[in-house]
């Protein structure tokens, strides 16, 4: 098991080039299954999820090879239309293969992903919309055990959330059907775009991602692509933070300033001076952090929820009291009680947090609770007086690449230990 020990309280300055985008790379590498051909993904963050993805293309029957940040995946002989239970669990959201592999194989075959650290994370867009396009799916005992009778055929789908999974698993199922589909209520986030992209490079016709309606014509096949991911606009706000919290001043490289939009407002109204251009930020934080008056998380292009700790942790450091409302996920304040520990006052009722802005947080032992919560953790940590002790941090490699080299370059004292 690792930790992250930090010693908190250096400023933190410097530069970072922001990775690729996991929540981009994951879809991407699921429409690899549907290329007949090798496709090279560059810009493929090193992550653990990215390596369970690895292990089911293989599993599936694709030839993967990395090489630096580019993951080169041929697909031509996959063979096998299931995911071992023990694949699905270290992942949850490969639940956006059902459609690729369904396409490709005419059968796939895995189990529910069930709930996770943020509650329930229910499928049923996603396989409602599946069946639409002609996909028999036999559930039982959470197992989902598909085939097709022909082949999948373009449909009219309007969502009654706009679902960024099952938007992705639409479109992948929707690729080389036979005909048009139409998704009305679309989700409209960066990286359905960047899916779009992939697919289309790989011959395929995809059209409206970024809007509410994705119209999707299959095509027989889909071939190779050579592609690069977007930058990961959740990373980009996690330094961003750290820089904040600490008085620091950082220049971020490889961003999508229109991704990030919705969050840099509210840097800037915490009193962060911001210098944007189109693919970089330079951020100076105040000597105090100004609290922000009400976040309310959204879909695209909206406050994201996967920022919302981020911002919490921010506002545990300002000067006054800040309103913060998670609207997407039932059950995503696990990390609140973990930021108590090191002195943030935060109270909690429902989908609200009120954070009321201290002084100064001291270090402690405290326990990642999940992926963006671990990472609000140690930007806590990072700020705070003393030793901080990130415990689980399997949660935060999902999403994070090497995050204590990057946070070292910047002037931080921080080290993982194998303990
Ligand atoms: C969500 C985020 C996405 C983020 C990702 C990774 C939103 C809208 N989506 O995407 O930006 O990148 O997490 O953390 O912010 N739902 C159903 N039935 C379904 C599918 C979803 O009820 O079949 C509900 C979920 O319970 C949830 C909401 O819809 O309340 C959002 O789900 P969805 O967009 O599908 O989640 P992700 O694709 O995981």
């Given at each position: 098991m690792s930790k992250l020990y930090i010693n908190g309280g250096k400023r933190l300055s410097g530069e970072v080039t922001v990775q690729g985008a996991k929540?981009?790379?994951?879809?991407?590498l699921a429409a690899t299954v549907l290329c007949?051909?090798?496709s090279v993904i560059h810009n493929c963050p090193k992550l653990s999820d990215v390596t369970a993805s690895v292990r089911i293309l293989e599993h599936l029957g694709c030839i993967c090879k990395r090489e630096g940040d580019t993951l080169i995946v041929d697909s031509r002989n996959i063979s096998c239309f299931d995911i071992p239970d023990s694949l699905m669990r270290e992942m949850r959201?490969?639940?956006v293969l059902l459609g690729a592999i369904s396409a490709r194989m005419g059968r796939a075959k895995l189990c529910s992903p069930g709930g996770c650290e943020l509650g329930p994370r229910p499928i049923d867009l996603h396989v409602s919309a599946l069946k639409k396009l002609g996909l028999i799916i036999d559930e039982s005992y959470g197992?989902?055990?598909?085939?097709?009778?022909?082949c999948l055929k373009g449909t009219e789908i309007h969502l009654a959330f706009p679902s960024v999974g099952a938007t992705e698993n639409i479109i992948l199922a929707a690729a080389t059907a036979k005909g048009r589909t139409v998704i009305h209520n679309a989700a409209r986030e960066p990286e359905i775009c960047d899916l779009q992209n992939f697919i289309n490079s790989a011959?395929?016709?995809?059209?409206g991602a970024g809007t509410g309606t994705v119209v999707i014509d299959g095509v027989s096949k889909l071939h190779g692509a050579e592609h690069t991911v977007i930058p990961d606009r959740i990373v980009?706000?996690?330094y961003l933070a750290a820089a904040a919290m600490t008085r620091g001043k950082i220049l971020l490289k490889n961003i999508e300033q229109p991704h990030l939009i919705s969050v840099l407002t509210y840097f800037s109204e915490m009193g962060c001076v911001l210098q944007v251009k189109n693919k970089s930020v330079l951020l100076e934080a105040p000597q105090k952090l100004s609290r922000f008056f009400e976040i309310q998380t959204m879909v695209y292009p909206g406050f994201p929820t996967d920022a919302g700790p981020i911002l919490v942790a921010m506002a545990t450091l300002?000067?006054?009291?800040s309103m913060f409302v998670e609207n997407i996920f039932e059950n995503r304040y696990n990390y609140v009680g973990e930021l108590r520990r090191l002195g943030a006052k935060i109270k909690l009722a429902d989908r609200v947090a009120v954070i009321d802005g201290v002084e100064r947080l001291s270090g402690a032992r405290v326990d990642s609770t999940d992926l963006r919560g671990g990472a609000a953790l140690v930007l806590a940590g990072l700020a705070a007086d003393g030793l901080t002790v990130v415990d689980k941090i399997h949660h935060i490699d999902r999403g994070y690449e090497n995050i204590e080299n990057v946070l070292t370059n910047l002037g931080a004292d921080i080290v993982r230990k194998e303990v």
């Open positions: 929540n981009s790379a994951l879809p991407i007949d051909g090798e959201s490969s639940i197992c989902l055990d598909c085939k097709t009778n022909d011959g395929g016709c995809v059209c980009a706000a996690t300002s000067n006054g009291s």
